[in-house]
C-alpha cells in the first residue's frame, strides 16, 4: 500500500497559559471553534495532513500546557520538535513580554535547528489590543522568524501559519536531507510577517 504522506512533521505549541494554544490547533486541524475554557493538563496532540509543494506533510501538532507546574513534562516534548510556535495574546501584555522566556526555554531544551514562528493570537478582538502589532515584528525580526496575528476564534492567518511552518521545515529538510533535522541551520532569513486582517 501507497504511504499516505512524504514527510511526518511533528510541531510544538508553547506559550502562557489562556492564550489560545489548543483552540489554534483545533481551528487548524478540525475547522471548529468553542468558547469554552479547560485548561491543557500535561501535553496532547492532533493530526492534520496538508499539501505543500506537491508532498503530502502529515503534522503532528503538539498541544503543552500553559501552567508553570506543567514545565518539566512539557519541556520534555521539546527535543522531538522540528518547528515550535511560540503564542501570546494580542489583550495580554504579560503573555508577550514572556515570549522571552519562552525563547529561553527553547534555546535549553530544543534541538539547535528547530525552526520558530510567533503568533499573536486573538486579533478579533482588537478594542482589548494591549500589544501594538509592530512592537512584536520588530521582535520577530530580531530573532529573524515569521510572525502572524492570528485569531482561532474568527479563523484569521491560522491556515497560513502553520503552512508557513510547514514549509519553512520542508525546505530545510529537503536542503539537508532527512537524517539531518538535528543540525538544522540556526540562521534563517528574514521573513515576512501576517497582518491580521478581518473580512
Ligand atoms: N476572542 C478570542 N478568544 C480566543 C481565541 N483563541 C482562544 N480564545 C479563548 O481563550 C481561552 C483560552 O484558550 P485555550 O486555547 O484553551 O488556551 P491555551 O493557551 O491552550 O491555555 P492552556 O491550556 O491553559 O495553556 C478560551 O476561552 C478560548 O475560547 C481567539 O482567537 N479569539
Redesign the pocket.
Known amino acids: 500500500m501507497a504511504k499516505a504522506y512524504d514527510h511526518l512533521f511533528k510541531v510544538l505549541l508553547i506559550?502562557?497559559?489562556?492564550?489560545?494554544?489548543?483552540?489554534?490547533i483545533i481551528r487548524f486541524a478540525e475547522d471548529n471553534?468553542?468558547?469554552?475554557?479547560?485548561?491543557?493538563i500535561g501535553i496532547d496532540f492532533k493530526i492534520r495532513t496538508v499539501d505543500i509543494e506537491g508532498k503530502k506533510i502529515k503534522l503532528q501538532v503538539w498541544?503543552?500546557?500553559?501552567?508553570e507546574r506543567f514545565k518539566t513534562i512539557t519541556t520534555a516534548y521539546y527535543r522531538g520538535a522540528m518547528g515550535i510556535i511560540l503564542?501570546y495574546d494580542i489583550t495580554d501584555e504579560k503573555s508577550y513580554e514572556n515570549i522571552q522566556n519562552w525563547m529561553k526555554s527553547i534555546k535549553e531544551n530544543a534541538s539547535a535547528g528547530v525552526e520558530r514562528l510567533l503568533l499573536g493570537?486573538?486579533?478579533?478582538?482588537e478594542n482589548k489590543r494591549k500589544v501594538p502589532m509592530e512592537r512584536a515584528e520588530k521582535l520577530a525580526k530580531e530573532y529573524g522568524i515569521r510572525f502572524f496575528e492570528?485569531?482561532?476564534?474568527?479563523s484569521v492567518n491560522v491556515e497560513e501559519a502553520f503552512n508557513a511552518l510547514a514549509r519553512d521545515i520542508l525546505q530545510k529538510t529537503s536542503k539537508r536531507g532527512p537524517s539531518s533535522k538535528a543540525q538544522l541551520d540556526m540562521k534563517s532569513p528574514q521573513k515576512r510577517s501576517g497582518k491580521c486582517l478581518l473580512l
Open positions: 506559550g502562557d497559559s489562556g492564550v489560545g494554544k489548543t483552540c489554534l471553534f468553542n468558547s469554552t475554557y479547560i485548561s491543557t498541544d503543552t500546557a500553559g501552567q503564542v493570537n486573538k486579533c478579533d478582538i492570528t485569531s482561532a476564534k474568527s
